[in-house]
């Protein structure tokens, strides 16, 4: 699959500016990554999927991103509800206790994605970010089912996915945050928010929920199992898309070469001395990345694998952010044109720091982390 | 006028979200500053102006920036030209064998400004940027004057200045470049390619000239005198937009500062640490400005002035980039969507250090110079 | 006295590797500095002085500590207790309620300065540091004086001074804290406990107290002053000695072009670009300790001015650790042989930062301010 | 080994303060060294040797910096011999062309060191640094061996190795550059001119030479190849000692965490944002010196294994000094006491960046290479 992303990405790229300039929503890039059979990419092989792990995803998703890191950040939501769902195994749903209806469910959720069903993410609030803790949305119980009402932020590719993963609240226990998969068909309403600096093509829209979904829409058939979630898995929290940011550095750092090169201008040495620091830096910060997706394989929830993934999302979004601005200095004033890669690059880079776990709660985790304390509960703020 | 330009700001300020959107000019706010009396700044009191210094003239340029970067940007290069035309004292005019029509048509050229006429730049060229030597933009000498044709790029308020400084290199002579006020009504066209990242609103298009001006428009009343110019008065090219650039810096700071407060962010010490120093890393850009701007005043042309100048053209534009990406990391992901101030201002500021001279060459430039070679030629690159 | 100083300062800089490497104290320079007068600086005329402000006090240290930090980082304190005695006047004195008595002894402790006495500060306590609140140092009233006993740390020209000032907390009333004069022959005993990093020759050692004073001795002549003298010129506390990491700042550049010149590598472009970048940084940072001490002397107390003094402080040690650093990779391994200048000035700057009040401590009082909080009260950490 | 090596460090940690006050060399480190068979790490087994490739080596080597940077710097120059001369296999022997004898001589050398014999490098000059083209030291031949006379600096260990590889020019033809391995005894002068900035205790003096050795002394057998020896292995040169930086590096932050928590410091978010930060990036530098490592075992002289060893000694200079400089302000004050481990580590890590190739030049070199020149050739300096 890694071999096939990156045979997407130019296309992809040919694509970025238009989508970009828009801000519409990378449809082809899509039907492209259904129709490559990317969907079932973390969808075990006996469910039809391709079976691959967290590494083998931060490398696709590096890939993707080099082409257009708006689809890869898209892209990311359903591999975290994939992944998350393809991480409940039977050892773990029984020790969770979750009942057998759950498992077929799950089964049932991955074999769809396998067969092409894409999924999207509702869990930011206006407010509350996402932060669990401080969710609104609300669900209550009703005939065969759940009525779930309330509004979602940030939904990325918000009318255009068939489910949603939503966190809501339970009206008749308000500690008890539960999931939700919601299918498109249900009654959503999109309000065209998105409207941003960079990753403009994410489509990122408010979602407005008032859905009556059946019991099988409750993830694990467990309520209040939101933060258990994220306690197992906090890389699809923190650093899933670490991998975009390092992939859209890496093409500021090829579209400054290119640039360099066309405009002859790589006989200056303070271009040669940005882009010999750029390279360094993004090589390191990839291999950050992929050392904290090896490490989710093998040792999930360790407290080393936990550091690690904390490390990754501080480094990818601080280094994409420097590179991309280093990068753009040294392709000068020309490529700073609407359409230039470069121009887009630096504004998608920009994001990596302020998509949570921002890079100072990141750098705050890792130095109460390092100093014996209790990052997840002694930290400048609650992380969920 | 610097009083009057602080209070101009906030409209201009909240002109600016618009014009940067639309990429439209800022009619209104040159309006404001045509009827606010600003187009004479730089004209001595005698020929109807308020006869500002470059001292005054630079903080009228940063409470402008304040509003809104673009439109301080455009007044720039009117403030340029009049600033230029008023250094041509009657003595240097002697100094430099003008003949006698030079002096009276500099009179005309400033008492016009003085009465709202609104002058704009179209020096650079493409492959050429502002390099005078590399200009091929021709003159030759016709009945009653001179034929201008070529064709001029970053040339801010372009289609809407009444005329136009321009730099063109004589077919006789190719040796001699020689400078012109074009009247906008001579025939120029304007071709809509600017639609960049930053200084959206500054209508920096390309402009096409096959035009033919009487022999007053040749400024001097001689021909090339366009490197004297450059050599004589190196502020106007090198760091006059400085001032600019801290503006759109401390619009930053205040922007975050006006969006934490408003969500009640200020009890997170990483982002009280990044106020803290952003505002003192503006500060010291500012007075740095200043400081140059104070010594072209008083010993213009003077190597201690001119070491200044190019200091406050460096720290300008690292300054502002640095500062507006931190402050933006400060406020959060919600200060991206477009239309947000920080929004608006992460990327006007990208430009400062991009602008020729670019930060990479005013830092050789301060190398050789603090070396003891000549920055104007040993440096990376020719300047002009 | 400034062009004294640059007189002074080569002789300096010719024995700063010698105090340097034997952690000497630099008696020579403080020989020089008394038989020019220097002692007198900050004293009125009227009291035989040169009766300088802080604007001509922040020169003057700038200037010594280009000749070397350490000399006038000791010089300092000198400079804050006749400068601070100095800012006591008649007006002030009688809105403080200030007994006759206490006059006629500033008098004489100045004219004593103004005649070449020389006096150190012996403020900070291990586990306290330099603030008044966490003083342990003890006084009581005895007959005709006060008997002060305890340990003071980091007391610059402990063993050379002729007194000292020493804050006490009164063991009657001990939520009053006093300043006291202590004469060197009191009987203070000197621990050699200063063997630091950088800034080696300023004899910071450890002062030993069990001494009995005359009543004269209490500065000011009230008890309970200690914490008004720092709110009253928080300059002294906060960013007096800014100007000597400016000027250490300075003299690394200088020897990076002196070294780089006689090597030969003026050609090498990564070079030039880090001599133009710290010539440019060390220049802001002069001229924003420059216009914190001029607003000191206009406008003493002032909200804006007390801004300016805590950006002084944060932007001379960040630029002196960072100028330095970037110095001695431009002039590579050969300037850290020891004995080199830069390989001094490497570690006299990093001492900038780490002063009270650290950066971090900078940035965050900055920060509080500027989001319109009582950066004295709101802050990371109580600063007195 | 690499268990061992984590056994010996907090012995070396616990006399590193006084060989680095002294300035004098781990005398007692290189016994445990010897005693736990170090010497023979590089050393094929069947030579007796613990067979190590390099990425075994860069794990040792960042160990053993972890407990003494300098120990580790010396220790890194008989691992490149040992690892050089076990590179050359019989294969690439063949391929060279190298007579048997060299075969002979390489495996007694390796022998020997397998037995407690220890080299060291005496490469660089005076004015010519470790560029083989400028080198000055003679050889010639004499009647069963060579006479080499000349002087080299910086050689590490210098008077307590058992032999030193010597690199010299040929009197008969200049173009050709040789390698020697000299035993101690053959009369070599150590001049004690080592006393630097940081890394102090590697006694690199400089040494003289007016030696005749036999035949089987000249490397490989052949004159002319240490310009191959280079080319060959170029992490010897450029990299080899990365690893000792990152290890600097993370004693740096170990050092901070252990100050913080016993100062009680862990509660102010700046010191934990600096730990978090700096946590991070000595982590990623670490992997990139581990990705280089092991890319030079599986392909050594590959272009992208010599892009990675190049990209290692960039990230590990610069990222060695970045983080002892902030772990330095985060400590505060008190840690700038000689014999704190901050201070020295401050001064040690501040050499890795300055080492050669440094930083400038690795970005230099990254940099020409990303835009498709030849590194060796195009760069900013001949390297060799």
């Known amino acids: 699959m890694i071999e096939e992303a990156r045979r997407l990405a130019p296309r ?30 973390m969808v075990p ?12 995803y931060a490398e696709v998703a ?37 009942p057998g209806e759950a498992l077929a469910a799950r089964d049932d959720h991955l074999k769809a994605a396998a067969s092409g069903r894409w999924y999207a993410v509702a869990m930011s609030e206006r407010g509350a970010g ?31 996915a ?9 009206v008749a226990d308000p500690t008890q945050v539960s999931q939700f998969l919601v299918p498109a068909e249900a009654g959503l309403r999109v309000e065209q928010t998105w409207d941003a600096l960079g990753m403009r093509a994410t489509g990122s829209h408010d979602l407005h929920l008032d859905v009556t979904v059946p019991a099988a829409a409750l993830l694990g058939g467990l309520e209040g199992l939101a933060l258990v979630a994220v306690q197992l898995a906090p890389q699809w929290m923190v650093a899933s898309y670490a991998a975009v ?13 290119e640039h360099v090169k066309q405009r002859g201008l790589g006989h200056l040495p303070a271009i040669r001395g940005r882009i010999g620091r750029a390279d360094a830096a993004v090589a390191a910060a990839h291999l950050t990345v992929r050392e904290a997706a090896r490490r989710v394989d093998e040792a999930p929830g360790d407290p080393e694998t936990n550091r690690w993934v904390w490390r990754a999302k501080l480094l990818a979004g601080t280094t994409a ?14 490529a700073m044109r609407r359409g230039h890669p470069l121009e887009r690059l630096y504004r998608d880079a920009r994001a ?30 609650p992380r969920w």
């Open 130 to 160: 996402s932060r669990l803790s401080m969710l609104t949305t609300k669900y209550e119980t009703v005939d065969g089912g759940y009525r779930i009402t309330g509004s979602k932020t940030f939904c990325s590719g918000a009318g255009h």
């Open 245 to 257: 940011y390092v992939g859209v550095a890496r093409a500021a750092v090829d579209a400054a070469i």
């Open 45 to 56: 092989a006996r469910l039809g999927g391709a079976g691959a792990g967290f590494a083998e």
């Open 352 to 381: 990596g720091s302020l998509q949570p776990a921002t890079s100072d709660v990141c750098a705050d985790w890792l130095g109460v982390d390092a100093l014996g304390g209790d990052p997840d509960s002694d930290g400048v703020a």
């Open 162 to 170: 068939d489910a949603y993963l939503v966190a809501a609240r339970s």
């Open 12 to 41: 992809f790229a040919a694509r970025a500016a238009t989508t970009d300039r828009d801000g519409s929503f990378p449809v082809d890039d899509f039907a492209d990554l259904r129709d490559a059979g990317f969907f079932g990419l």
């Open 321 to 334: 952010a420097e590179v991309a601005a280093s990068m753009l200095e040294a392709a000068g004033t020309s």
């Open 62 to 98: 590096y890939e993707l991103a080099r082409g257009n890191g708006a689809t890869a950040l898209v892209f990311n939501m359903h591999a975290s509800v994939t992944g998350a769902l393809s991480g409940v195994t039977d050892e773990l749903a029984d020790a969770l206790g979750l």
